[in-house]
């Protein structure tokens, strides 16, 4: 098993999405077919899961749909600030023809926030789906030890000694009430590891802080214990080393990274949604305003912990924003209740505030979606029957490895290549160190002599080097196609005498053997 963007070395990307893409392809799918179809079931089920949860929280159906609206459409004061921006007259305009996320916070133009996400990391919805699964069928332990401490002191004052005991010595406090639910939650969440490990690392997290004021408190802990045993199991068979290098890194993408330029960052970004929810929350009595606090876990790791190896983590930690999606999704549960609130009161103005809330919070994720659809417009379309495509799948093994120039997506990769150094955020941000393969890179693109560049693929394992117009005019190197073509035989080329020459050279066929 091994990474197509940095081949030949461990797998530390949560891949389980993609492997089961391929597999339902080899049995007969369309790829696309194969890709989407397991992309649908995972949103549709984190969608019913999350209306699910929160009729459970609010007990209110209108509270749940709302809560899917805003889980659809982000909270952010960013289109409001563009539209403000914009010369008078000219608004309507800029907005038809923008093809650029909108954002004023690091990265936002990235699409790092919205629907766009689930859009590029298909595995990511269906790694929620779980996550709410986890969280919705554990709550009712939180419930049953709140409902217990009620009735314990309702009647009476206050004892810390009988508090004490309830809460940590009676057989329901550590007990464990079935034990085939525990053993059958740890094994759905170790088989996330590889689906998407951000995912499992928040659910751990906030299972947790649950377990802590929860009845049945064993069976968190066999849950976890099963799940912490196949997530070790699978990082050991697909990969050399740790998984994750945790280290404390405070502020996440804020531009200021101390206490209040965080607050002020988490407000720039995600506009008026924590607010309401923490208007719900001082309504809310005990369990209930629990939870909110459990639902933020995930944005504190987020702006605390780095879980990349990489000399650029102020750049890097832009994958934590997973983290602080997952709290705007499950708090959007408590704005929404609010929001129910004021659309079931009969007062003209209390429906009045509810819509112009409603309206503040989804309007920048609607103008996203609108984003969305404008830069897709014109889809990038690849043709099975490429001769580049069908080359690769007729000749090259998920053995061979080819030298690229950072590629990301094209007809070589959807032929299968599996390449020495892909574009470098993707491996980076799954953990690889990424700077001794570009210098090899660099290295072997501009061998001054055959007998080096012979001894530099050897080394790395290189099968077959890829010369084209990306090559000859990407910015890290000077590609030296001379020596590459008197060093190897070229196996495939086509556009030859233009600029967009393509040629495939392969190191097992050496036009010079360099000597020992």
């Given amino acids: 098993t091994q990474y197509a963007h940095f081949a030949n070395a461990d797998m530390k990307y949560h891949f389980m999405f993609e492997f089961l893409a391929g597999n339902l392809e080899f049995l007969g799918l369309r790829l696309d077919i194969a890709f989407n179809f397991p992309s649908i079931m995972g949103m549709v089920s984190a969608y019913l899961l999350l209306f699910a949860f929160a009729v459970r929280l609010t007990k209110s159906r209108l509270a749940a749909f709302i809560a899917t609206l805003l889980f659809t459409f982000r909270s952010s004061f960013s289109v409001f600030k563009f539209m403000a921006e914009q010369p008078k007259g000219r608004l309507w305009d800029a907005i038809k023809n923008i093809s650029n996320f909108i954002g004023y916070t690091e990265h936002e133009d990235w699409g790092l926030w919205n629907l766009n996400v689930y859009a590029n990391q298909r595995h990511l919805a269906f790694s929620l789906a779980i ?122 993408l804020a531009e200021n990274k101390n206490f209040f330029g965080v607050l002020v960052y988490i407000f720039e970004l995600t506009g008026i949604v924590i607010l309401l929810a923490f208007i719900t929350f001082l309504k809310k009595k005990r369990s209930g305003k629990y939870m909110l606090f459990v639902f933020f876990v995930p944005t504190v790791l987020a702006f605390t912990v780095s879980l990349i190896k990489t000399n650029n983590t102020a750049y890097y930690i832009a994958v934590n924003h997973k983290w602080i999606m997952m709290t705007l999704m499950l708090i959007s549960i408590y704005a929404a209740e609010l929001l129910a609130e004021l659309f079931e009161k009969k007062d003209f103005w209390c429906r009045l505030a509810a819509l112009l809330l409603t309206f503040i919070l989804t309007a920048t994720g609607v103008f996203d979606l ?44 959807i032929g299968g290549a ?33 007998e080096i560049l012979q001894n530099y693929t050897a080394y ?41 020459s393509f040629k495939i050279y392969d190191t097992d066929k050496p036009l010079n053997r360099a000597s020992d």
């Fill in 460 to 500: 790395y394992g290189i099968r077959y080097i890829v010369v084209d117009r990306d090559a000859r005019e990407c910015n890290l190197f000077r590609v030296r196609e001379d020596i590459i073509s008197q060093a190897f035989e070229c196996v495939y080329a086509q556009d030859e005498g233009t600029d967009w």
């Fill in 131 to 252: 996550l709410l699964f986890a969280l919705m069928v554990f709550h009712p332990y939180v419930y049953a030890m709140d409902r217990k401490m009620k009735s314990l002191f309702e009647d009476r004052k206050f004892n810390f000694i009988l508090f004490f005991k309830n809460f940590f010595l009676t057989r329901t406090a550590f007990g464990v009430k079935n034990i085939k639910f525990s053993v059958g939650m740890g094994l759905v969440l170790g088989s996330i590891a590889f689906w998407n490990g951000s995912v499992l690392i928040a659910t751990m997290s906030m299972l947790f802080f649950m377990a802590a004021v929860s009845d049945y408190r064993l069976d968190y802990l066999i849950a976890a214990v099963i799940a912490l045993v196949l997530g070790l199991l699978q990082s050991h068979f697909f990969i050399t080393g740790s998984a994750v290098y945790p280290e404390y890194f405070f502020g996440f």
């Fill in 418 to 450: 599996m390449l020495f150094y892909g574009w470098p955020y993707y491996s980076t941000s799954a953990g690889y160190e990424t700077e001794p393969r570009e210098f090899a890179m660099i290295a072997m693109y501009e061998a001054p002599s055959v």
């Fill in 370 to 413: 609108h984003t969305v659809i404008v830069r897709n417009k014109y889809p990038i379309t690849y043709a099975w029957d490429d001769p580049v495509t069908k080359w690769v799948e007729e000749n090259a093994t998920c053995k061979d490895i080819f030298l690229v120039p950072q590629y990301s997506l094209n007809r070589l990769t």
